[in-house]
């Protein structure tokens, strides 16, 4: 696509309940991340992907959290047992091949509220 | 550990008065350095970036940015700031394999 596509774009859940968020990164980018934007601190890093193999999930808070990438393309971020410290905007982004050395390209994010 | 600091939380300035903001980083190798920007509703975007090369880079819409390796510093500069540059800014430091982001700067600019 011509962009980062993520959705929802916005999901109210309740504490406790699982959530599934995508992202659909631009076409014939092999290198995907996560981050986590929350009020006055910036963007966190969660998890990046190299094709389907995450070799840096460093940033996942715990154990709750986890990521999937299937077919070098489309990544879910999967949040389990919600927690209100959860709430957040989730950030997509991708670039053409890893390392830093190449412009990363975010989406417009999955605004996540826990109530 | 890397890490990223932006001094400067919130900023407010009149139409056509001058930008700094300041950037400070902590990385142990070679740094690829980042300014990206993020207007009201919408996505984050790269405003500029430094790899290697002329410490002074340019990037979209007047902005600059000077690399200066002694201070680890880059601090993002504009002449001349319109309303539409109303947004929150990002800093980052490029590790191996990701960004590493400071906490932002909202720029508020009054007409």
């Known amino acids: 696509g011509a962009g980062v596509s993520q959705s929802p774009s916005n999901k109210v859940t309740e504490k406790g309940k699982d959530v599934e968020l995508r992202c659909d990164p631009i076409s014939g980018h092999t290198a995907l991340y996560w981050y986590r934007q929350s009020l006055g601190q910036g963007l966190e890093f969660l998890i990046y992907f190299q094709g389907n193999s995450a070799p840096d999930k460093s940033g996942l808070p715990s154990d709750r959290f986890s990521a999937e990438r299937t077919g070098g393309s489309v990544s879910t971020l999967t949040i389990q047992r919600t927690q209100q410290e959860d709430s957040a905007v989730y950030l997509c982004a991708s670039s053409y091949k890893g390392g830093s050395g190449n412009t990363i390209y975010f989406g417009e994010g999955s605004w996540l509220t826990v109530v | 550990a890397q890490s990223v600091s932006q001094h400067n939380h919130h900023v407010i300035l009149s139409e056509a008065a001058s930008l700094e903001l300041g950037c400070n980083y902590s990385y142990g190798g070679t740094v690829n350095l980042f300014w990206y920007v993020q207007y009201p509703g919408q996505h984050l975007q790269l405003l500029l970036k430094?790899?290697?090369?002329?410490?002074l880079v340019k990037g979209i819409k007047g902005f600059e940015a000077e690399f200066i390796k002694s201070k680890f510093s880059f601090n993002l500069r504009k002449p001349s700031v319109q309303w539409s540059d109303t947004a929150e800014y990002f800093c980052a430091v490029g590790g191996y394999n990701k960004l590493i982001f400071g906490a932002g700067t909202r720029l508020a600019v009054h007409p």
């Open positions: 430094y790899f290697s090369g002329d410490p």
